[in-house]
């Protein structure tokens, strides 16, 4: 649902800005989209039940945290109408949350749902309607048109061979973190080898392994590289002898010190950016998540983040690549100040999105209200929905639209004399002009 809601009789003005930001989101509303990252799955790029909305990680780590046990949400064999129910059962709980009302906005948007809770009372219907549009043949393209993506960029496991799917509209982007920081296992060294066709062995087989899967991957139409960086990594440029001398010793299966392990990963990291470089891709920077916080949580309800982590560890990296554009998400409004500056002096830093734990209105406005005033306008991507299902989109999208033009009307037309025209510009600008023009789409 749309509505901004205005109090005609505040005599501070309010209701002209509110309708100034309605105005402005419906233009923004307008503008079909790129998705500059995500977790689709090409194959399966829409839900086939409610079970699979519901079962995004935010829903189950949030009902676990409220107290639906583990079990009841992993159970072994759980089919999906089931699990849907347990879950419904802590929605009460939730609906406070800017993620339950995602899920309201897609069931009404997607599915017709009027009520303004899911409850025990009224999921059941809703599911079964929810099935019967979900198993409709065009139910994907349906997705896709009253979601306004175009494009829709996705994340790639290094050994993937980009078959059976259309890249120029799900648009294939090389994930890296098994490569930079598991290395050490056999498993993820036979799929290097496989994939490349490269018996890796020291450093120089390593690079050219690293080469021929970037090969494929260009080849294939893609147009970034990423990486999920944990926050004591400080990424240095290793040297090809000593870097020869751990991977001889990773492939006889020798146990390395930690210096060793971070020589290691710091000279794949810089391999992989002497790639980017090689081939104009952007390298993706999502930095500071620490894995398996809370060992106990849920399937992807295990990772969170800490102050720890500064952008003055990657000073060495920013410098050595100055044609590479470094595309950074950060997870928290401390770090978000830094990447701001970062953004302000580096050619090759660019703002990118509200990343997991920062993507709420609250830090979205905060964070957004830092970069419009301070970054160069043509060096941001606004907004990506990192979802795994596409029907996410649409709500996700929504609320950041929302706040952009909040903002927008706010600080730019009201604040500085904009028209609304520049302000709808800039916006659009933000929402998709830069994704098209930092990733050549």
């Known amino acids: 649902m749309n509505e901004f809601v205005a109090d005609i009789d505040n005599p501070d003005g309010n209701t002209m800005t509110t309708s100034l930001e309605k105005r402005l989101f419906d233009e923004l509303e307008q503008l ?4 500059p990252h995500t977790h689709i799955n090409p194959h399966e790029a829409p839900s086939k039940t409610l079970a699979d909305i519901m079962g995004y990680h935010y829903y189950t780590e949030l009902a676990h945290s409220a107290g639906l046990e583990k079990s009841q949400i992993e159970e072994d064999g759980l089919d999906p109408k089931t699990k849907v129910g347990r879950l419904v059962e802590k929605l009460s709980d939730l609906d406070n949350t800017i993620q339950v009302s995602w899920l309201l906005e897609m069931c009404r948007e997607f599915f017709g749902f009027t ?18 549009k979900m198993s409709e043949e065009s139910w994907e393209q349906q997705v896709l048109e009253k979601s306004k993506l175009e494009k829709v960029f996705l994340t790639n496991d290094f050994d993937d061979k980009l078959e059976g799917f259309d890249t120029n509209i799900y648009v294939p982007c090389l994930r890296t973190d098994d490569l930079v920081f598991h290395f050490l296992k056999k498993s993820v060294r036979n799929r290097l080898n496989e994939a490349s066709g490269i018996e890796v062995g020291d450093s120089s087989t390593f690079r050219a392994a690293i080469a021929k899967i970037f090969s494929h991957f260009v080849e294939k139409n893609a147009k970034a590289c990423a990486i999920s960086i944990p926050p004591n990594f400080s990424p240095q440029k290793v040297d090809a002898g000593s870097a020869a001398a751990v991977i001889k010793r990773t492939v006889k299966g020798q146990r390395l010190t930690s210096t060793e392990q971070e020589m290691l ?23 500071g998540v620490n894995r398996r916080v809370y060992e106990g949580g849920v399937y992807q309800g295990q990772d969170l983040f800490d102050k720890r982590v500064s952008l003055l560890q990657y000073k060495q990296l920013f410098n050595a690549f100055p044609n590479v554009t470094f595309p950074v998400s950060v997870l ?9 500056s970062y953004s302000w002096i580096f050619p090759n830093v660019v703002t990118n999105g509200h ?22 306008r043509n060096k941001q991507i606004g907004y990506y929905s990192d979802m795994y299902k596409l029907e996410f989109a649409l709500p996700k999208f929504r609320m950041y639209r929302r706040v952009l033009a909040k903002v927008l009307a706010s600080d730019f037309v009201t604040g500085r004399g904009w028209t609304e025209t520049q302000a709808i510009d800039f916006g659009k600008q933000v929402l998709r002009g830069n994704v098209e023009t930092i990733f050549k789409v």
């Open 32 to 35: 079909v989209l790129i998705d």
């Open 115 to 132: 009520d303004d809770r899911i409850t025990p009372d009224n999921w059941e219907g809703l599911y079964d309607t929810a099935l019967a």
């Open 265 to 287: 990963s710091s000279f794949a990291f810089w391999t992989l950016a002497e790639q980017c470089d090689e081939h104009g891709l952007p390298f993706d920077l999502m930095i």
């Open 332 to 340: 928290g409004s401390t770090s978000n100040q830094e990447l701001v």
């Open 355 to 376: 990343w997991w734990y920062s993507n709420i209105p609250t830090y979205i406005e905060v964070d957004t209200r830092s970069r419009l005033e301070a970054v160069p």
